[in-house]
């Protein structure tokens, strides 16, 4: 880790959150994989002394509202 000045992290092998039935029930499972992982992310950034100083981002490549499309 020393002198690592960024690290990426990815979630989703093909296209998991591009969802076009059972929405709600998909993001919600996709954003419980997530959420566990960012949590201990931050739980050890703080534990190290390390938090203070660090710049989390979080983001998605989704541009507008989502909503169902189909008819």
């Known amino acids: 880790e020393r002198g690592v000045r960024f690290v ?4 989703g ?8 039935d059972d929405i709600e029930k998909n993001h919600r ?10 949590g201990a ?10 938090l203070e100083d660090t710049l989390v981002l979080w ?5 507008r509202t989502p909503t169902v499309e189909l008819p």
């Open 29 to 38: 499972r996709l954003a419980r994989e997530c959420d566990q992982p960012i």
């Open 41 to 50: 992310l931050l739980t050890d950034l703080k534990q190290r002394g390390m």
């Open 8 to 11: 990426q992290l990815w979630h």
């Open 59 to 63: 983001g998605g490549e989704f541009g």
């Open 13 to 20: 092998a093909g296209q998991p959150w591009d969802n076009h």
